[in-house]
Structures are given as structure tokens and as C-alpha cells.
């Protein structure tokens, strides 16, 4: 334990890269600025209900077991993993309706139901998607990519699976219904993409959806994230809470010490980033020429949307709205554009609603359920308005539309409602521009051609998270960690 390595930033790249670190024998110090770790997956607990940040499932429990195998832990001691079934429900204005789930005999029938003409092309997609899982995540998602050689190589191996057509483009190719297409593209947007734009290589995750199913931590995924931070502490690692990082200090070529808020100073031998990759660049390593370039650079990229978020709990359980639905609107591309490229405001709204009381009662007082709705808006660099003015208006907006569609007499069964607007990304988590998901998923900027893993300038700095290859997601933002992981071991070790 000679060897010290600082990790800024305890959202699930962070955690999984400390874990990763410390259980290699590096001394690692994990430094979050909220008061408890997550990031993105944060939590509120109102009302004896728990308000989860975090993603509504995640896919892939082998993923987050091995940060505990590492060091012959069991992760069944820390956290309890519960199946999500069907994955999602999808709805439309018109009334249909289409599940999507992990059982195949009855997803092909609700294909057969909802586009009959569609099965084999269905089909077809899928081992689509397989041989780009193989590729794009198996390959790319588990390798580093720290060269103009390395880039080329890993380009040319995608060659086959045509990266540069867009999602809906290549969904488009194997299935002519618009709703069907729109239940195999939608999830794009979770990743930061807009499916008429984002490289087809965000249809990976489809198959590792697939075969591993989407789960959901008891309690809320805030607990997956507890669970996290003592497996690190449990195997040594050193955990700072509520004081953020202000500095990155340097020395030629390299990174030597870490400042906080609160006047602490530390030295290291590797300094790594979860914090947003403008933030780390612009603010933290403002001293360094690097820093400053860097910054520039990243503010020419497309920065993903960003969310309107209305958490409520109700009076009642709701055994019929499952723990995932898209309320989708009467528009689907006009909406996107709106959202992606015009920076309006629309009236109509694409709804994410997760229920997750349907698959844990625990996180809602019993007899009452805990809801959220998520809404796609564009970021604060395309609209710029006033949200603690709109804030109001649009939780309205939201509530009245799952009334509409759900819920008939939601207003006389609200316990307890709060909304998490673009700004609010912005000023907790230092969200470039209050993106949601840092970088857009475009094809210029998916897996190799993304920020790379260790800086190209500063020998002993490291990134990890959404904005950092392989990309934006949980299973990609673990993928990264393990990389960015690999890299920092090389060197300190």
C-alpha cells in the first residue's frame, strides 16, 4: 500500500474505479462533494417515500458483483437485487400498448399484435444487435483507447456494423412499423442520444438487456450505491463526503496534489475524474494550460439534453402501471428535433415513468406508492430560460398527463410532489450546460471517439463516467471504470 490514488467523484464510475483500485492494493481516497455518494443516483426521502435519481433498472447484476468478487466478498451481504418485469410498457395517444420483456415467446406475440409484418425483420435486428454487442462492448467497451492507431483499428472493426447510420435509421432497415420502431430506439435517449441522430452502435445495449434482464436494488438504487461505498471501505478504501474539490494541482506534466473546499491538501501518485468532464477541465485544472485547452475543446462538442424530473408519492397502490413505462406523445420526430436541435420548450411531452412500489413496496409508506416522471428537454445551452419560474408550470404540465392517461383522480391522491429541473443538474452535480447525460451520442462522439480514458497530456490523470469511452449508461460507465482501472494499475503497480 505505497502507492495512493484519488478518485473525485462517487457516482458509479467513481465507486467501481476506487473499488477497483483499492482492491488492488493501491490507497485509495474517494472525495464526493454531496453529502452522500451517487452522483447522478442520488436519493430524497420525504414522507416515509424514497425519491430515487437513479436509473429506474439496470441490466447486467454480473457487472456489479464483480466489484465485490474482487476481493472474495458476496455482494447478497450488501444489497438485494430484484427482477423488473416486463422491462418497459410503452403507450401511445392512441391507446396501444406494447411490452417489452425478457420472455420470448411473449414479446414475439406482442410484435405479432402490434406489427404482424414485422417479425422476421425483428428477427434480423436482433443478431444485429448481437454482432454489435460482441463488437462494440465486448471488444471496444473492454479496451482502451489512448491512440490515433488504437482509434483507426477500432473503427475499422465497426466497419461491418455500419456505425455511422443512425438508430433509427438502422432499426428503420429490419422493421417498417413506426411504433415498433420507436420501442427499439427509445431507449437511446436514457444514453444521452437522439435516435433520428445518435450512431447505431447505441442499439448495443439491446442485447444485454436481453440476456440479463433489468433489475432493481431494494430499497432504491441509492442503496445499491451505499452498498458500494462500504464494499470500499470494507477493503480499506478512504471515503470524504461533502467536501468538493477545487483544485487539481500539477507539476509539469503531471498531477501531484488534490485541494478540497474545506482547505484539506492532498498528495498523490494518480488522480482520477467522475466529475463532469468540463468541470474537471475547466474549473479543477484551471491553473494547467492543459486544463484550459481542453475546456475549450469540450465546449464545441453537442452536450446531451437535459431532464425535467417530477417525483410524487399517492395515496393507493397500482398493481396495473408496472415499474417502467414511455408515455409517448403525438409526436415523435417533430418532438426529438424540438428537444435536440431547436431548443424548444413543445407542448406535447414524452413521458418516463418509473413506478418502482410495484416491484418494492419498501420505498413508499404501505397502502401509498413513489412515482416519478421524466421528461426530455433541451439543455440550458439551447434553452435558457427561467426554470424556477417554468418549474411550477411543467409539473403541472406532467401530472395533468398522467392523470389523463393513468391516473384519473391523481390530483386528490398526491401526498407529497418536488421537481428537479436543468438547473438543478447545473448547480448539484456541475452538469455542463445541465445536460443529463454529458456528451450527445453522436457518431463523432460514440465509444473510440469519445474523451479517452487517460489524459493525452498529463501523464497520472485518469477519467471515468459518462462522457469517457466507451459512453453513457451504467453497464458503459462500469465498463469505463474497469478500464480507466486496468490503465492507473499499469502505471502504479
Request: glycine content about 10%; proline content about 6%.
Amino acid at each position: 500500500m505505497n502507492r495512493r490514488a484519488c478518485v473525485i467523484g462517487a457516482g458509479f464510475g467513481g465507486l467501481a474505479l476506487a473499488i477497483r483500485l483499492q482492491a488492488a492494493g493501491v490507497a485509495t481516497t474517494l472525495i464526493e462533494a454531496r453529502d452522500r455518494p451517487g452522483g447522478c443516483a442520488y436519493a430524497w426521502e420525504r414522507e416515509g417515500f424514497t425519491f430515487d435519481a437513479g436509473p429506474g433498472a439496470i441490466p447486467d447484476p454480473a457487472a456489479i458483483a464483480d466489484l465485490w468478487q474482487l476481493s472474495g466478498h458476496d455482494p447478497t451481504q450488501d444489497v438485494d437485487l430484484l427482477p423488473v418485469a416486463p422491462f418497459w410498457r410503452l403507450n401511445w395517444p392512441d391507446g396501444a400498448v406494447f411490452d417489452l420483456s425478457g420472455d420470448e415467446a411473449a414479446l414475439r406475440a406482442e410484435i405479432a399484435r402490434l406489427a404482424p409484418g414485422d417479425l422476421a425483420g425483428y428477427e434480423e435486428f436482433c443478431a444485429y444487435a448481437a454482432a454489435l454487442w460482441q463488437e462494440a462492448s465486448v471488444r471496444q467497451g473492454s479496451t482502451p483507447v489512448n491512440s490515433l492507431g488504437a482509434m483507426a483499428k477500432a473503427l475499422s472493426a465497426l466497419a461491418r456494423q455500419q456505425p455511422w447510420r443512425s438508430v433509427q435509421s438502422m432499426i428503420g432497415s429490419f422493421v417498417k412499423s413506426d411504433k415498433l420502431r420507436e420501442a427499439l430506439g427509445f431507449q437511446t435517449l436514457l444514453a444521452g442520444g437522439n435516435p433520428l441522430t445518435a450512431g447505431a452502435t447505441a442499439l448495443a445495449g439491446y442485447k444485454l438487456e436481453r440476456d440479463t434482464g433489468l433489475w432493481w436494488a431494494k430499497g432504491g438504487t441509492q442503496r445499491l450505491i451505499a452498498a458500494m461505498a462500504r464494499q470500499f471501505q470494507r477493503i480499506g478504501g478512504t471515503l470524504v463526503l461533502h467536501d468538493p474539490v477545487l483544485r487539481i494541482h500539477t507539476l509539469g506534466n503531471r498531477a501531484t496534489e488534490v485541494e478540497t473546499a474545506s482547505g484539506w491538501k492532498e498528495r498523490f501518485d494518480a488522480v482520477a475524474s467522475n466529475a463532469d468532464v468540463v468541470h474537471t477541465y475547466r474549473d479543477l485544472l484551471s491553473d494547467n494550460p492543459r486544463g484550459r485547452d481542453m475546456a475549450r475543446k469540450l465546449a464545441k462538442k453537442r452536450f446531451s439534453p437535459s431532464l425535467f424530473v417530477v417525483h410524487f408519492g399517492l395515496e393507493g397502490t397500482w398493481p396495473g402501471i408496472p415499474h417502467n413505462m414511455v408515455l409517448f406523445g403525438p409526436r415523435w420526430r417533430g418532438l426529438l428535433d424540438d428537444v435536440f436541435d431547436h431548443g424548444v420548450l413543445p407542448q406535447d411531452q414524452l413521458i418516463l415513468l418509473s413506478h418502482p412500489t410495484v416491484t418494492d413496496p419498501s420505498v413508499a409508506p404501505p397502502g401509498k406508492s413513489t412515482f416519478r416522471a421524466m421528461v426530455p428537454v433541451a439543455n440550458q445551452g439551447k434553452l435558457p430560460i427561467d426554470w424556477e419560474v417554468i418549474g411550477p408550470m411543467m409539473e403541472q404540465r406532467v401530472l395533468v398527463e398522467v392523470g389523463r392517461r393513468l391516473i384519473p383522480d391523481i390530483d386528490d391522491r398526491i401526498v407529497t410532489r418536488f421537481h428537479y429541473a436543468p438547473r438543478d443538474f447545473a448547480l448539484d452535480l456541475n452538469a455542463h450546460m445541465g445536460s443529463a447525460f454529458s456528451l450527445e451520442a453522436l457518431p463523432t462522439q460514440s465509444l473510440a471517439l469519445r474523451p479517452h480514458s487517460r489524459d493525452d497530456k498529463i501523464a497520472n490523470l485518469y477519467l471515468v463516467g459518462a462522457a469517457i469511452h466507451p459512453g453513457a449508461g451504467v453497464p458503459a460507465v462500469l465498463a469505463g471504470a474497469q478500464i480507466t482501472a486496468g490503465l492507473m494499475l499499469e502505471e502504479l503497480l
